[in-house]
């Protein structure tokens, strides 16, 4: 029997948030990718502050902030 690692865990907890916000579908966000804890993203706003505020309202992860 195969055990899921905490790799695993991490992300399907990362999908878990992310999809129920629809992330992937946001219309000022054209690529957003994940690894563990590392994002990768294409985010259209007019400045640095604004892209900040967009995602820190949009993702909301339980227990962990995005700086």
Do not use: Q, W
């Amino acid at each position: 029997m195969e055990i899921m690692s905490s790799l695993d865990f991490a992300n399907l907890y990362s999908y878990f948030f992310e999809d129920r916000v629809g992330v992937h579908s946001h219309p000022n966000i054209s690529f957003y990718g994940r690894y563990i804890n590392d994002c990768l993203r294409l985010v259209y706003a007019k400045d640095k502050l604004s892209t900040k505020c967009l995602l820190e309202n949009l993702i909301v992860f339980n227990n962990y902030t995005i700086e």
